[in-house]
């Protein structure tokens, strides 16, 4: 299946989407029918359609839709090689495998106990789960085996995580990570009350040498603009399928691009994303420091331009070397961004008084936008190119595909093949963030190793859980925000440190 | 996300054959000779029963989709969840209500219409009350949920006939009774293991066959020559909702030619056809007291071990 035939199609079909036919909503119509179809059994009646299947092939009606091209390509030929005849070929799909060499790219191995991977250190973490190194005990691959965090045990796997293996399970593109398999881990061991501890979801995937951040953060790394013009053509191609595909990343920031040493640049952590659709969703999304200017004002009808905001974001991350709008509060992310971008105007943001945020927004001065000079010196081009994508107005700013058009991918230097970049030691977000976690250890000693806090991830996904406690969570909420007009935070309180704390921290260096 | 059948594990992994399904059925089968042997006899007559039960929980899922308000397609979802799960495991050893609950509850979050684990419960716990009550907490349908999710392999993604009678409606109108008809069956149809046999844009081709296979039987009964253009829409007082249409096919002739003209396998078409008819020829003779009475008989056998 490539890539391009997916994105092609016109039609998408959502699980979800309404239909027109009266009976969708659990009909059970059934008995009506039986009885007239009985009254027309026999064989006779089968004999009756016989005619049909012999009518000329020349002519086919059959409209040319997606569906439609599934009939013909496949369906059209007499047998179907697709279909396992055996027992034991779906059992574990290893003969299907085989069967499907033809589609290289789906190594999906289904569900495999944890005991086929040998689990190494800890690569990450955050609100999201555990990430850890692991080998393939067979075939001594390296993988990335990410465990699922149950907030809610008692509700089972959360939404999220369902969402994510399905999302994750659909796509397919050289920069966006591939979920190869699932482990389950049940355990025996049981806590202080005497219960038995619910078992453990792992995601598996390829083992990626790097994060974005991690690599910026990594003083022996300096990136050539020809690097940079790679990684960031990658990163585009990726939010381009993603964005075709109808998905909405939802968190995408520099720790959540893995890069490899064959300088292949995958977009990972689908955690927070979603179908695109047409309502409203949760504002509680993207880490605060790629959170575009909507966003941050309680746009709740958002659309593919959240990614793209951030995407400028990784972008001028890459050229400058570090995060660039590196807000303690979200008010304080705001002023950052009109700082930079100038202040919203009905012109340069059309509707944002109407947005429901805007009455906490107070403007001291008048911005001017700075964007182009700020950023001249990393060259014309490449200045032009994050203008377009750092716009206040999500209708204005650049779209994935239009970005790749950009003059900047075409002029001196010419963006490098993946082949041609630098290979390094390997360099994670997390590594630096323990290394910064044990410098804090010096000033607050009644902190563990152990309980290194959460990345500033965006909170987690609330929409549609309407079974969670919404007292708790509206306390949740003020209490964050309480947090973000304090000036001077406390290391604690990790339970609802969410997404502030690791912005304190790095405030406080 | 239009994504392709074929490349989908519905399409790789989860299409079965008959053999496979039958195999599936052993333990169950096994069981009922073994208890039941005095009363019935064949092995037919145990597949049958056993194709009752799965008819009596296929009403069992339905109903919990009802009380719960959700769309056809999650049902559908739910059902071939249900339908997956036993195919590695048997009715004697797992009991068939916390796995529909389960699967019900894995769907709804699957299709992006979260339920509340209690009210699933709650509302299995109305549907089952006159057959021997739901006695689980969350916890319980909690931990079932992994099971099922290792069971489906995190294949999560199962594409539906319904999605291919839409792009069928394109053709023949929206408000085509044909298509109407064929949704029906086609909600019929997940009382059958079709579902894990057939792809699905064939279950719904063969659905459509089917409703104009009927009709053309019911204009030959009612002796009007088909052949003839004149009056054909209306026969039977069907059909007249899509004139209007314009883009409409209503005629039986210019129906089985536009039926002829898909490309599509039409030996495969043809044997569902007939699991239809036999669907349909068994109604009458489905049993849900008897049903029930296997359907206790196999819990017992599992509270027992």
Known sequence: ?509 | MAANFWASTHGQYWMLDEAALRKSRETDLKYLKEIELAKIRGEDVYCFVLNLTSWFLYLVIAALGRRLNVRQVIIATAITYFKRFYTKNSYKNTDPYLVAATCMYLACKMEEFPQHIKSVILEMKNVTADQGGFGYDNQKVAEMEFYLLEELEFNLIVYHPYRTLKTLAIDLGQKSDVIQRAWHIVNDLFRTDICLVYPPYMIAIAAVGFVIMIKEARANHNGIDTRTRKGNGSVGGVGSGSRNEGRGISGIKELKQWFSGLQVDMEKVLEIIRNIKNLYSQWREVNEIKAQDVLRKLREAQNKS
């Open chain 1, 1 to 509: 299946m490539s890539t391009d035939k997916k994105t092609k199609s016109p039609r998408s079909f959502h699980s979800g989407s309404t239909s027109s036919f009266t009976d969708d909503r659990g009909g059970d119509s059934g008995k009506a029918r039986a009885g007239e179809s009985a009254a027309f059994g026999g064989d006779n009646v089968l004999d009756t359609l016989m005619p049909l299947t012999v009518g000329d092939n020349s002519s086919p009606a059959y409209a040319p839709t997606s569906d439609g091209d599934k009939l013909r390509t496949r369906a059209g030929g007499d047998t179907s090689p697709y279909v396992p005849n055996s027992a034991e070929a779906y059992h574990h799909g290893g003969l299907a495998s085989d069967k499907f060499a033809d589609y290289p790219d789906h190594t999906f191995t289904g569900c495999s106990p944890i005991e086929d991977y040998r689990i190494l250190e800890k690569l990450g973490e955050g609100t999201f789960g555990e990430v850890h190194r692991g080998t393939h005990e067979r075939s001594g691959n390296q993988v990335a085996l990410k465990r699922i965090l149950m907030h809610h045990e008692k509700e089972g796997v959360p939404i999220t995580a369902i969402r994510e293996i399905k999302i994750l399970r659909q796509l397919d593109h050289e920069n966006v990570v591939s979920l190869t398999d699932m482990a389950i881990k049940f355990s025996n061991a049981t806590d202080e009350t005497g219960e038995t501890q619910p078992p453990s979801i792992y995601m598996v995937f390829p083992y990626m040498d790097h994060d974005l951040a991690g690599l910026l953060e990594n003083p022996s790394v300096k990136f050539s603009e020809a690097q940079i013009k790679c990684y960031l053509k990658q990163l585009l191609d990726g939010t381009n399928y993603l964005h075709q595909q109808k998905i909405l990343h939802r968190d995408m920031k520099a720790a959540n691009l893995l890069i490899n040493n064959r300088g292949i640049l995958k977009i990972a952590d689908f955690g927070l994303s979603r179908p695109m659709v047409d309502k409203t969703l949760t504002g509680c999304v993207v880490t605060r420091w790629y959170r575009p200017p909507e966003l941050l004002l309680g746009e709740k009808r958002y659309t593919t331009a959240i990614d793209m905001w951030a995407v400028g974001c990784v972008f001028a991350e890459m050229l400058k070397g570090g995060p660039i709008l590196m807000g303690r509060s979200d008010m304080d992310q705001l002023d950052l961004i009109f700082d930079l971008c100038g202040g919203p105007t009905e012109e340069s943001m059309p509707g944002w008084k109407d947005l429901p945020g805007c009455k906490d927004v107070q403007f001291g001065k008048a911005h001017i936008r700075r964007v182009k000079d700020e950023y001249e010196r990393y060259g014309k081009q490449a200045a032009d190119l994050l203008d377009k994508l750092l716009v206040l107005d999500p209708k204005k700013r650049l779209t994935a595909f239009n970005a790749l058009e950009h003059s900047y991918f075409w002029t001196y230097p010419k963006p490098a093949s993946p082949r041609e970049l630098p290979k390094y030691e390997s360099s994670h977000e997390y590594d630096r963030r323990k290394l910064k976690m044990s410098q804090a250890e010096h000033h607050h000693n009644n902190h563990h190793y152990d309980n290194v806090p959460p990345s500033p991830n965006a909170n987690v996904d609330i929409e549609n859980s309407r079974y969670r406690n919404r007292e708790h969570r509206t306390k949740k909420r003020e209490r964050s925000r309480e947090r973000d007009r304090v000036d001077d935070l406390k290391l604690l309180d990790i339970e609802t440190a969410n997404f502030t704390l690791m912005d304190e921290l790095s405030n406080r260096e």
